[in-house]
């Protein structure tokens, strides 16, 4: 994919704003825009609308939550951390933790994990606080146990390494035997089709080039306000799997938006309300967030194939898996989301009236995401190639 940012702009970032502040901004969510376009064409509805906000709300495995408890007295340098029985990173300074919502709790298994414990703290529910220590001369305490709130903490930063995939393929399974996966349970025989994302509202694919977003990107997240803070891991944008870092304050955010779960003999992950507000900056973004499902295109991929490099069982529109009926070959086969359609289209209708009742500014980004990246697979070597390196 080629950089094509840098066109001719409609409106600037300041004059966005400024319109916002006088309470005279057009705001609409990509499904409005879209119906906008279709009755008065492309060229004159982004002349009309200053901003298209966009949301999705579906399984995001990659993230977690930076939490800092304060010290005790006497104070420890905890060396292994628990909360509800699941294992909090403890690799930073003495009371700070990352809870990663595929941690899974150590006595609850599959039922419970990081991400269930987020969903807790943002609910207002105690914790408990499990920890050891190796015992220093400034940290003397050895072990701790006791509960925390929220608001007990210092700080509860909601930090995700990868979110809001521009799209994802969807799963079929051609074997003879049911499957568990990050897509769900799998039927044999190609019993069911699975796919995520939220097609025609989703953040990424409304601005495709990556002409609008980048760090500093302020964001719907959570329920609260959040910041785009670079590129997110597997971050792949000439093959329109872009992904974003983002962050934001746990305690502005709402259950609604943040939800544990587990997916069947696979682990746990947390679902997560997001947003991005796309100004129109110029007609190419505005073609880019008028996009319908039915142009917005994903792989079915056979998750039946144990390889990186799992086939494509079909191409097809998410208009096509959203109406429930997959055509592959002579059979027609159940599709269903993993994805909330209901809550994505709040995320957007949220983030479109905070912007209209002035609650809620756009900033320019200090610098653009990617609009390029390699992406290296991970090479098994074997010993022989291993000690002719060393």
């Known amino acids: 994919m080629s950089d094509v940012r840098g066109s001719e702009t409609l409106r600037k970032y300041e ?9 005279e ?11 906008a376009v279709e009755s008065s064409g492309l060229q004159r509805a982004a002349e009309e609308v200053d901003v298209v906000t966009t949301g999705t709300f579906g399984a995001m495995c990659s993230s977690g939550a ?29 009371v700070d933790a990352y809870i990663g919502a595929s941690a899974m709790s150590e006595t609850k298994g599959f039922e419970y994990g990081g991400g269930h414990v987020i969903e807790d703290l943002v609910s207002g529910r105690e914790i408990k606080l499990r920890a050891d220590a190796y015992g220093t001369d400034c940290y003397p305490r050895r072990y701790i146990e006791t ?6 903490l210092n700080q509860a930063i909601l930090l995700n390494p990868r979110n809001a995939y521009q799209h994802y393929n969807a799963a079929t399974n051609s074997t003879s035997r049911t499957i568990h996966t990050y897509m769900g349970t799998l039927l044999p025989n190609y019993g069911n089709v699975t796919f995520s994302g939220s097609g025609q509202l989703s953040p990424l694919y409304k601005d495709r080039n990556f002409e609008t977003i980048g760090i500093g990107t302020r964001i719907f997240l959570g329920g609260g306000v959040g910041y785009v803070i670079g590129e997110g891991t597997q971050h792949l ?3 329109q799997f872009g992904t974003l870092m983002v962050k934001g304050d746990l305690k502005q955010m709402s259950r609604r938006y943040l939800k544990g779960a587990t997916f069947n003999k696979y682990g746990t992950t947390l679902y997560v309300g997001l947003g991005v507000p796309l100004p129109i900056i110029n007609e190419r973004v505005a073609g880019s967030a008028a996009l319908r499902d039915s142009e917005i295109l994903t792989d079915i991929l056979d998750y039946g194939i144990p390889s990186r490099d799992r086939p494509s069982v079909k191409r097809t529109s998410y208009e096509e898996l959203k109406s429930g009926k997959v055509v592959i070959g002579d059979s027609v086969i159940n599709s269903s989301s993993l994805s909330s359609f209901k809550i994505a289209k ?3 209708e949220d983030l479109r009236d905070k912007i209209l009742e002035k609650r809620f500014l756009l900033n320019r980004p200090a610098e653009l995401l990617p609009a390029e990246r390699e992406f290296k697979p991970l090479l098994v070597k074997t010993p022989a190639k291993m000690n002719a390196r060393s």
């Not at 004059?15 to 309470?23: K, L, M, V």
């Not at 901004?25 to 119906?35: G, L, P, Q």
């Not at 060396?79 to 294992?87: A, E, K, Q, R």
């Open 15 to 23: 004059e966005i704003n400024d319109r916002i502040r006088r309470g």
């Open 66 to 94: 930076f939490l800092n408890f304060g010290h005790s007295d006497p104070p420890i340098k905890m060396w292994h951390c628990w909360l509800n029985d699941v294992p909090a990173y403890r690799g930073i300074a003495a």
């Open 346 to 348: 709040e995320v957007a």
């Open 237 to 239: 944008p000439q093959k």
């Open 147 to 152: 509960t925390i709130t929220l608001e007990d």
């Open 25 to 35: 901004a057009t705001v609409m969510t990509a499904d409005e825009f879209i119906n």
